[in-house]
């Protein structure tokens, strides 16, 4: 058999084998042959040896005992082997071979061979596998071909020095000089590896960037020749001449003009030239056309050619070609932060894009959408990405959902039609959100309030249809904090739906047993019927049941709040109304607030309770704390000073936290005497605004002939009781009771406790100093008609 | 810089591959792996760009095989459809009516032409006819040495 056809024959056999056992088998006789042969020594078969071993390779079968048959073939000074070695040593040895070190002699030898083909073997092989070492080694070689040679070997070793480059960057200073000169040689290969030298060189040193900054006027006359250059059928690509090394150029000037007026002024005409007489109709053309653009972009070019620029892009939108559609968004991208308006102009365009039934294109175009959403297009843009968000295909779903949230958080017009868009991706994606979309959900729903209504509503419809985590989790806590809204039936945004307490039982009965809910959603749900027991009137032993049941739940978390509601329900039955009342705004920047946890925990309201008695503690002076804590007999109750009349007393989540739980008009009551004596006495009221919260009235007046001046009054009370007191209307009280002093005095008592007060007066009188001291006992929750002991 | 470029059959057979950057045999497995996945799950009338980890891959599907490329950042995608498409060219300039079975049975050859128009990832050569012609000498100074040495190549 001739050796010629071995190599084929083998291929052939190979082919034919019905099993991978069978080709197995094969392949293993094969290169036992091999292995034979390779041992034998020189005798003319060797090539052909490793040739066959390169395709067994190729099928992925290993290969590494052909290794130093490729170092020896190399060696050889038969072309024909040495041919075959250097396709070898490419494919079968790589830089972390240590072989590969053992070629770099013959790679020397092979580099001032008589023969080019020879010389360009080796040159081919050390661009492609030569390791650091190798580099080093034969720089200098290089560095010699690159100036005295022939320009197929010129274009070759060009190519080599970038890849020396990028191995040992410390090299770059050996080929910059002859770089510059290989800038005016005419054959297009060795112009294109000139290019791309340069383009390397001024990646990795900006000095050099400075210099070759100079060839600018050079590399824009090589240019011009291209594009006006008459039909050249050497290097004519569909109309365009050397299309390959027009990219490279305009690739080069990017670079050179990047933040440079001078190199962007000299290239200016230029591009204006390249960008209107390119013929753009097949793929070269609209490859230059591309990188004409990028460069445009990149530079620091005049206005005019940008919008010429932006447009070549909009064209491309419009162009059948969908490879040249993706290509336009991916610039478009690049572009929208810079030069915006002229990006919207393209908007519906990118918008029908999203139709495409590529998916490539169609996140092109989602990304492209998201970045040109704007305050001004924020309704029509979010009706199509809603759409989108119905038909996406699920890769790109989470990341539709939360570009629509950012756009949505930015941008909506108003509350509603924010919580409705938020509704609205709910439904259609819930399980592709974030986590942290409930606690944001949430927190945008207690914000707006006077959406409550409306939005619980929704949310109890969606509840019942749908089954999406996020969703529900939403859902059940709006139905825990609002149900009373819910049961009301009416709501004037929404159709009329009668809306039963067991009904609403049912749906989250239905939540906390459904195989579907997660951990965290049945806690949601389990907290949410909890509420509801404060709310609703008819069903509070249906809500018992329920919550003793999952007393004995495995999880651990239902358990301990299923045992703690349940104590809620037996031990401390008086304090779960207030532990159950609506909870206050919340503001986005408390921490604690985004850690995924349910808001729905009792613990939170109390915190932003007790910070105005902590504001209002900080300020007062120690010294007076000693004095009254005297006074109180060693409690360590703390009194609070009257604030002087200028200070701002209250924080707002105070005065919130009122307003939420307001709604009831307080009713006169009538004006109780607590203080007699010398002529002042002291009067209070009580404005009972919840089943907590006190509001006391302190009134006193002058029944002296003189006036009462300096008059101030502190108060204290235990300490499950917060305190806050309100500036006095004055410290003067007018003489025979013309004119009174009122301070009101607000007191939160959460754990209905009972109300005591403390009060001390201290007034000047005819220039003497009185002091005095009211114990008021206790303040009953109903009638607010206190019983005094005056000390 | 093109980091490989890959020939595959519509059945995921690998015909030729050609890598730019040193890795190591493991690494060069599972990226053909991958690529094959990836590109044959496309669908007949979609964009030939994909991205996969921070590379462009650029594909074309000539007859039965795949060309498959991956690019830089930088690089332009469209010029690589181009240099795909050069390639085809060359090779059906110099086998006459290129075919799959050209390339399996001739595969060392098809890795010389590509040598001669692909070099550490770049073009070296822009000239349709100045590789013919250097592919053309190289073959004829193998014949000749063989000759000489009156034995026949592969």
């Known amino acids: 058999m001739t050796p010629s056809v071995r190599l084929q024959e083998m291929i052939r056999v190979i082919r034919s084998a019905r099993t991978q056992g069978e080709e197995r088998g094969i392949i293993q006789r094969e290169c036992a042959d091999i292995r034979a042969q390779f041992r034998q020594g020189d005798n003319g078969e060797r090539s052909h040896s490793l040739a066959k071993l390169l ?45 590969s070190l053992l070629i770099t002699n013959s790679i020397k030898n092979d580099l001032s061979h008589s023969s080019q083909y020879v010389q360009s073997l080796a040159l081919c092989t ?89 060839a600018v006027p050079e590399l824009v006359q090589i240019m011009k020749g291209l594009v006006t250059s008459s039909y050249s059928p050497e290097h004519n690509v569909a109309g365009i001449s050397d299309p390959f090394l027009q990219v ?107 139709k495409d039934q590529d998916t490539s294109v169609k996140r092109r175009a989602l990304e492209l959408s998201l970045a040109l959403v704007s305050a001004v297009n924020i309704r029509s843009m979010m009706k199509e990405l809603l759409i989108f968000l119905s038909f996406c295909p699920p890769e790109l779903r989470s990341q539709t959902a939360s570009g629509i949230f950012n756009a949505a958080e930015r941008y909506s017009p108003s509350k509603r039609w924010h919580i409705d868009t938020i509704l609205h991706v709910l439904t259609t994606a819930g399980g592709d959100v974030r986590d942290e979309t409930v606690p944001n959900l949430i927190q945008l729903i207690t914000t707006a309030s006077e959406l409550h209504c409306y939005t619980v509503h929704k949310l109890y ?27 009301k039936g009416e ?28 951990p965290a959603t049945r806690g949601f749900a389990l907290t949410a019927t909890m509420k509801l027991s404060t709310r609703i009137t008819d069903n509070v032993d249906r809500i018992r049941s329920i919550v003793s049941i999952y007393g004995s739940c495995i999880d651990l978390e239902l358990q301990q709040r299923a045992v703690e509601y349940n104590a809620l329900f037996k031990k401390y039955d008086h304090m779960r109304a207030a532990v159950l009342e609506r909870m206050p ?79 009831l008009e307080p009713t006169p009551v009538p004006t109780v005497s607590v203080y007699e004596k010398n002529g002042l006495s002291l009067k209070i009221q009580c404005d009972k605004q919840t089943e907590t919260e006190v509001t006391v009235s302190l009134i006193a007046s002058n029944s002296t002939q003189n006036d009462i001046t300096n008059f101030t009054l502190q108060a204290a009370v235990p300490k499950s009781v917060q305190l806050q007191m309100k500036a006095p209307s004055g410290n003067v009280i007018p003489a025979h009771g013309l004119g009174q002093v009122t301070q009101t005095v607000l007191l939160n008592n959460p754990n209905k406790a009972s109300l005591k007060m403390r009060i001390r007066v201290s007034y000047s009188n005819q220039g003497a100093m009185h002091q005095d001291t009211v114990l008021i006992d206790s303040f009953p929750s109903t009638a607010c008609q206190p019983s005094i002991s005056p000390l | 810089m093109m980091h490989f470029l890959l020939l595959f059959s519509r059945q995921g057979k690998l015909r ?116 013919a012609k250097s592919v053309e000498a190289s073959d004829m100074l193998q014949e000749t040495m063989e000759e000489y040495m009156s034995k026949p190549a592969f």
């Open chain 1, 55 to 99: 395709y067994v390779h190729m099928l992925g079968y290993p290969a590494h005992f052909g290794q130093m048959e490729c170092v020896r073939l190399i060696a050889s000074p038969r072309y024909s082997e040495k041919r075959i070695g250097y396709l070898g040593a490419m494919m079968l040895l790589d830089e972390k071979q240590d072989a």
């Open chain 1, 126 to 214: 050390l661009a492609c596998m030569g390791s650091a070492e190798m580099c080093r080694d034969l720089a200098p070689e290089i560095e010699r071909l690159l100036r005295a040679s022939n320009s197929y070997i010129k274009k070759k070793a060009t190519l080599c020095a970038v890849h020396i480059i990028k191995k040992v960057p410390e090299l770059a200073e050996l080929f910059t000089p002859s770089a510059r000169t290989l800038l005016s040689e005419k054959n297009h290969g060795v112009l294109h590896g000139a290019v791309v030298l340069i383009t390397e060189l001024c990646k990795r040193n900006p000095d050099t960037l400075d210099q070759f900054r100079k």
């Open chain 1, 248 to 354: 490279r150029i305009l690739r080069l000037l990017r670079i050179l003009g990047h933040n440079n007026d001078t190199a962007s002024d000299a290239m200016n005409d230029l591009l204006a030239q390249v960008a209107t007489n390119t013929d753009s109709s097949k793929t070269a053309g609209s490859a230059v056309l591309y990188e004409t653009v990028l460069t445009i972009m990149d530079i620091n070019s005049e206005s005019g050619l940008r919008v010429l620029a932006v447009n070549i892009l909009g064209r491309f939108l419009l162009n059948n070609d969908r490879n040249i559609r993706y290509i336009s968004m991916t610039s478009l991208q690049k572009i929208v932060q810079t030069d915006h308006n002229a990006v919207q102009r393209h908007r519906g365009t990118i918008v029908d894009c999203l």
């Open chain 1, 461 to 487: 419809r969606a509840l019942v249809k749908d089954i999406a985590q996020s969703l529900v989790q939403v859902a059940c806590w709006c139905i825990g904090e609002y149900g009373d809204l819910l049961l």
């Open chain 1, 491 to 518: 709501c004037e945004e929404i159709e009329p739906m009668q809306v039963t307490e067991d009904d609403v039982l049912d749906a989250l009965e239905t939540v906390l047993q459904s195989h579907m809910s997660s």
């Open chain 1, 585 to 663: 705004v919340m503001d986005k920047n408390l921490p604690g607030h985004t850690n995924g946890d349910t808001p729905g925990e009792i613990k939170e309201p109390d915190t932003s309770k007790p910070k105005p008695v902590e504001a209002g503690l900080l300020s007062e002076p120690a010294s007076q704390v000693c004095d009254l804590l005297d006074l109180l007999g060693g409690t360590d109750t703390p009194l609070q000073p009257s604030p002087a009349p200028t200070s701002t007393p209250t924080t707002t989540s105070s005065a919130d936290l009122l307003d939420l739980l307001g709604g």
């Open chain 2, 16 to 131: 030729l591959q050609k890598w730019f950057l040193p890795l190591p045999e493991r690494e060069r497995k599972k990226i053909v792996k991958d690529m094959t996945t990836m590109v044959l799950s496309r669908k007949p009338r979609t964009c030939n760009f994909l991205h996969w980890k921070d590379l462009k891959i650029v594909y074309k599907r000539y007859a039965s095989l795949y060309f498959c490329c991956a690019l830089e950042n930088k690089d332009n995608e469209l010029l690589a459809l181009e240099i795909l498409h050069r390639y085809v060219e060359l090779l059906d300039k110099y086998f006459g009516n290129v075919c799959e079975l050209d390339i399996i049975f001739n595969f060392e050859k098809a890795y010389f032409i590509l040598d001669e128009f692909l070099m550490g990832g770049e073009i070296q050569e822009t000239s349709k006819q100045s590789i």
